[in-house]
């Protein structure tokens, strides 16, 4: 079997550790390592809740060790990732506005700047 990087192949799970998963990805000897990291997005506390011995998983090869061979699996980079909220910082801007000097500008803009916020967050 002829295996690049960034390759999607479907293998058989063949261990189960408290680090990651051995996946066997093909008849032979050929096996690859999927770190617990790459799982999914976010925290993993048990890799038998998401994966068990001899279950067939698409993973996509991050790297084979020319060295040693060892290759690394991720079924996280085939799944889509969470969407961030994006937080507009410095949204207001009072520099150089000569119609609003002072702290009563200020004051006055206030209430609307915090319920423009308030929106945002929702």
Avoid: C
Avoid at 12 to 33: E, K, M
Avoid at 86 to 112: D, F, T
């Amino acid at each position: 079997m002829n295996l690049q990087v960034g390759q999607i192949v479907t293998g058989r799970v063949t261990g189960l550790r408290s680090y990651g998963a051995f996946v066997q990805l093909d008849s032979s000897t050929v096996q690859g390592l999927i770190h617990i990291s790459e799982f999914t997005n976010g925290y993993v506390s048990r890799i038998d809740k998401l994966v068990h011995l001899n279950q067939l998983v698409r993973v996509q090869i991050l790297n084979i060790d020319p060295y040693n061979g060892a290759i690394s699996l991720s079924l996280r980079s085939l799944k889509t990732p969470p969407l961030k909220k994006q937080v507009n910082a410095h949204k207001h801007y009072w520099a150089n506005h000569p119609e609003h000097l002072g702290y009563q500008s200020i004051a006055r803009i206030k209430p609307v700047w915090i319920q423009e916020a308030l929106r945002d967050l929702k």
